[in-house]
């Protein structure tokens, strides 16, 4: 079974620039997420989609990130503008269904660095 | 929302030795437990779970025991080999996703 993909891997941008990450959830999947994981730290939701609409987004900052899911299989997350702060790793993840205890599968992530 | 809180931050045992990382959490509705393990530059991988309808759990050379009336939770590896050295998070979840993680264990294990 494939498991979840992402690219770019790697991107460094300058701030103020624009930059957007694509998912490709495990096939079957319905919820996707976008978390952020800044060095150190434990990975932090942005945005949770089922199937391609918002279950929650109460953590992605509306006024440079956004996300969408058309088509309910495929993802892509945009920064514009990104600033310093936005340095991590984006991570995508996929499971079956949105109920508790489905298991997360987590992509190898796409590391950004602002400079 | 749920606040995970994960301990030590940093590990190391020597070879064949056994690690013990602890996490307690706040919102007595979470049920939901899972670890997962992180190597550089790969995104993390669920090693086991647990609900909290049980109270221990083992898989081979892992373990999991949850206590939930004091509300903290705890992975186990016995006889650690050198590829169990990454960072580590415990995580959990209440009612609904998401899940909430720790802050992560970075695991080194001496040959």
């Known amino acids: 079974e494939a498991g979840v993909a992402q690219s770019p891997r790697y991107k460094i941008i300058e701030k103020r620039q624009s930059v957007a990450f694509w998912c490709n959830p495990i096939?079957?999947?319905?919820?996707l997420y976008w978390y952020q994981q800044i060095l150190g730290q434990g990975p932090k939701l942005l945005i949770q989609f089922q199937n391609n609409g918002v279950v929650d987004d109460s953590q992605l900052p509306k006024d440079r990130f956004s996300a969408e899911r058309l088509k309910g299989v495929d993802s892509t997350l945009k920064i514009q503008p990104a600033k310093l702060e936005d340095s991590a790793v984006y991570l995508c993840?996929?499971?079956?269904?949105w109920g508790t205890g489905n298991t997360i599968y987590f992509g190898e992530g796409s590391w950004l660095t602002v400079v | 929302g749920e606040n995970v809180e994960q301990h030590p931050s940093t590990l190391s045992v020597q070879e064949g030795d056994s690690a013990v990382i602890k996490c307690t959490y706040s919102d007595s509705a979470s049920n939901y437990f899972p670890w997962y393990k992180q190597e550089l530059g790969k995104g993390p991988q669920l090693i086991i779970d647990?609900?909290?309808?049980?109270g221990e759990k083992k898989d081979q050379r892992i373990a999991v025991t949850l206590n939930k009336t004091a509300k903290h939770f705890s992975l186990h590896i016995t006889e650690t080999q050198p590829e169990d050295s990454a960072v580590y998070f415990c995580a959990a979840q209440d009612g609904s996703p998401p899940l909430f993680f720790g802050t992560g264990t970075r695991l080194t294990v001496i040959p």
């Open positions: 993840a996929s499971s079956l269904d």
């Open positions: 647990i609900r909290s309808n049980v």
């Open positions: 096939s079957g999947h319905a919820t």
